[in-house]
């Protein structure tokens, strides 16, 4: 039974952000990656899944520069994952892309019995690879899913909606699931762990192979921008109620938000 | 004029506000607007569908669509499209939104790009989004060939003026038949009734400065008498205070509203990111220093147990 995990490796998120100097991407000088942090709970579901299903083999699939997500699929090996698969791509695909080739290079292995994934990824925030890979692989899909029981043929879940509401949701069949903070605890990858890690299979496929090239992107991003310096902060004085006072006034009479 | 495909969502028999200024977007330019409304309740806007610039109204108000199901959704959307000539739909960013446009773009082989924070329809296309949570923005490139799906987040473009005499055409289309595989069991309501922190117009946030859970009613107070929907650091959600859903920053919501709040929160990095793109920041905190201070517009170095209790007073006097 196969079980595959979809990860990204990202800027951690105490990464201070700078651009390149013709500002079409950002400056990775000195970048710390990390893996995804939505993407650990989806490493961590899969293996307590593997935990109660012994037989079940968990399988991490990553795209992009080889030598940086072969670092994050080391991560998720030394998890506890079984084996990796390396799409060596560029960074720059986008999430259509991005799914087309996930969804390809699972068809080509064993069929799926449950996906998971990140909700999103903390870099571009798209939200969209793990639905469209759901797509691509015609698979049932939640995302935001913060709690889960896996059942024979079917998974029950529950997922986070709008103003702390939540939906419990069935899905029939195989599925791809996004995952939420609080789904589970992820585990730290142990040093006999990691030691493992570096004798499991870890198999490099090319894009082309997967039948998708960069022109398969349906958008890009380009002229990078920081934020606009705001002007300095204008502090209130007085006490408690002078300074209440004058932000009523000043939220009122100058920014005119209330 | 071409098409635009503008998705409207509703809330108690009212559009919602991020639709409306996506109507008000395509109106201002001049597009011909087919708005979408799916679900019973969707029947009654129509007219504020027209009144803000639909030029077409196309409805499925099958009960199956009361609540979202993206399988229902998808089919739905698909019907409603597919003999339709556009090449920009938009769509507010909402919780549903971005669900259900990913699976349509894949469907259609079409761009899709969410939490957009500006666009101009005017002179071609122009569209920006934030990137790592709000350290920075970029420019979305479309490829030319491929339609488009713009997912905008609320509170960044204005409503237009209302035109009560505008009137739209309206046809109703039948929901095809789908195996479903994909049932939703149960709706849980949560704590807060409250619009989402993504879309809410006014937020008031809590830290670490709070001291304990019981404190966040302080905000809720203040929270209430603004209409506001209060948000969390990621610190106090870390330590159960509130729940996750609550949290603001770049491992938690990303928010832009009007007027920012925060209290007793000195300002990390990927907190800083989430909140960004607020226009109004009002910073409450007794360390001078907090980093919160650089990005906000308004700062109180005090005592929040003292300072937020009178803002509620002062707030109730103005808006009473």
């Known amino acids: 039974m ?105 068809k080509n292995e064993e069929a799926p019995h449950l996906i998971f994934t990140g909700k999103l990824a903390i870099d571009d925030n798209a939200s969209s690879v793990s639905q469209q890979l759901a797509e691509f692989l015609g698979l049932q899909h939640t995302t935001v899913v913060s709690k889960l029981e896996v059942g024979t043929n079917e998974v029950t879940l529950e997922r986070e909606i709008e103003g702390g509401s939540r939906e419990v949701v069935q899905l029939l069949g195989p599925a791809v699931i996004g995952a939420n903070k609080g789904l589970n605890q992820p585990r730290y990858a142990s040093l006999p762990g990691i030691m493992k890690a570096k004798k499991k299979p870890l198999k490099e496929i090319e894009l082309s192979s997967l039948g998708v090239t960069e022109s398969d992107s349906k958008l890009n991003y380009t002229n990078f921008a920081l934020p606009p310096e705001k002007p300095p902060v204008k502090i209130l004085e007085g006490d408690a109620g002078a300074q209440a006072e004058s932000l009523a006034k000043l939220l009122r009479e100058e920014a005119k938000v209330i | 004029m071409s098409n635009v495909v503008v998705f409207c969502e509703s809330q108690n028999g009212k559009v919602k506000k991020g639709s409306l200024e996506l109507l008000s977007a395509a109106r201002g330019a001049g597009k011909n607007i087919v708005a979408i409304g799916l679900g019973p309740a969707a029947k009654e806007t129509t007219d504020e569908l027209a009144h803000y610039g639909a030029k077409n109204v196309m409805l499925c108000s099958d009960e199956k669509l009361s609540n979202y199901n993206p399988q229902l959704y998808l089919a739905a959307m698909l019907e409603a499209l597919k003999d ?23 469907k259609l082989e079409a761009a899709v790009t969410s939490d957009c924070t500006e666009l101009d329809l005017n002179s071609g296309l122009q569209v920006r989004r934030p990137m790592y949570a709000g350290k920075c ?26 035109d009560n005499s505008a009137t739209a055409e309206v046809s109703e289309f039948a929901l095809p038949a789908v195996d479903l595989k994909t049932i939703v069991k149960e709706v849980v309501k949560g704590a807060s009734e409250k619009i989402d922190l993504t879309e809410a117009n006014i937020i008031v946030s809590g830290g670490r400065g709070l001291k304990e859970a019981a404190n966040f009613k302080m905000l809720e107070d203040l929270a209430d008498t603004l209409g506001a929907t209060v948000g969390a650091s990621r610190a106090v959600c870390d330590a159960g205070w509130v729940p996750h859903s609550m949290q603001v920053g770049q491992t938690g919501k990303t928010v832009a509203p009007t007027l920012y709040i925060a209290v007793g929160i000195s300002g990390a990095i990927q907190h800083l990111a989430g909140m960004n793109g607020s226009k109004v920041i009002v910073a409450i905190n007794n360390d001078p220093e907090a980093p919160i201070f650089q990005k906000a517009t308004y700062g109180i170095v005090g005592d929040a147990f003292e300072v937020v209790p009178k803002l509620t007073e002062e707030f109730k006097k103005l808006l009473n």
Not at chain 1, 33 to 53: F, G, I, T
């Open chain 1, 2 to 106: 196969r079980v595959y995990v979809c990860i990204k490796q990202v800027p951690d998120t105490e990464t201070k952000i700078k651009l390149n100097a013709d500002k079409s991407y950002i400056d990775t000088t000195g970048i710390k990656w990390v893996m995804n942090p939505y993407d650990e709970y989806a490493v961590e579901e899969a293996l307590k899944y593997k935990q109660s299903h012994p037989s079940a083999n968990v399988t991490v699939v990553s795209l992009g520069p080889k030598k940086r997500v072969t670092e994050a699929l080391r991560t998720a090996l030394a998890m506890g994952a079984d084996d990796a698969l390396l799409i060596d791509a560029p960074e720059t695909l986008d999430s259509f892309a991005t799914a087309k080739s996930l969804a390809q290079a699972i």
């Open chain 2, 84 to 106: 339709l000539d556009f090449e920009v739909l938009l769509a507010s960013s909402s919780v549903l939104a971005r669900d259900l446009f990913p699976r349509l773009a894949a």
């Open chain 2, 137 to 162: 923005t970029a420019q979305v490139d479309f490829k030319d060939s491929a339609k488009k799906i713009i997912l905008m987040r609320p509170n960044q473009l204005p409503v237009g003026s209302v």
